[in-house]
């Protein structure tokens, strides 16, 4: 189920273990809402800052060295529309296994936005398979200045309906976590250890 929610919002993976008031500084600097003003559907916004620059954050969510540094694994990536990037956490696996994630580049402009959509795989909930093809990641970029970048994720297709209320915590606990992985690697350099 982990994967399920690292994946489905798209934003992926683990944390560098770094010390619990290190990580405490980090868990503060993300929000996480879910907005569910349509009474149809519901979106959750997670957002945090990153003392680094655009670029750097931009090679993060865009290159196989980046993903294999806070994310994953093992990454193969085909950065461009209608691209993809295939991950599996396990490091004896391979791409390509039963344990592969294929999340599919539906578009994008460079250093502003990526849109992603998970092919969903028998990990998944079968009601979720079923609303598949609406369901999206958009990560949006923001230079904040030279040596800062916000970042927001919109996950995006979830019913309102009390299927997809239950899980939100998880999916909101596990992007949270991906997030502080990144965060910690793009700050120290250190790749992420906890994926």
């Known amino acids: 189920m982990k994967k399920v929610a690292l994946y489905l919002i798209f ?15 980090i868990q503060k600097r993300i929000t996480s809402v879910v907005d569910s ?3 149809s559907n519901m979106v959750l916004k997670q957002s945090f800052e990153v003392n ?15 993903w294999e540094n806070w994310a994953t694994s093992i990454a193969e990536i085909d950065f461009k ?3 993809i990037i295939k991950t599996n956490y396990n490091k004896n696996g391979k791409i390509g296994d039963e344990a592969t994630i294929t999340l599919h580049i539906i578009n994008y402009i460079p250093r502003e936005m990526i849109t992603l959509q998970a092919e969903l795989t028998k990990n998944f909930p079968d009601f979720m398979k079923e609303d598949e093809k609406e369901l999206f990641n958009i990560v949006v970029f923001e230079e904040v200045n030279p040596v800062k970048t916000k970042v927001i994720s919109y996950g995006i297709g979830y019913k309102n309906n009390e299927k997809y209320r239950s899980l939100m915590k998880f999916f909101i606990q596990g992007n ?3 997030y502080k992985n990144l965060i910690a690697y793009l700050e120290t350099g250190k790749p992420s250890i906890n994926y």
Request: cysteine-free; aromatic content about 8%; proline content about 3%.
């Open 11 to 25: 934003l992926f993976v683990p944390l560098l273990l770094i010390g619990q008031k290190s990580a405490t500084t």
């Open 37 to 39: 003003t349509d009474t």
């Open 52 to 66: 680094v620059s655009l670029d750097s954050v931009w090679n993060a969510y865009t290159t196989k060295k980046g």
């Open 81 to 83: 529309v209608n691209g």
């Open 176 to 178: 949270e976590q991906s």
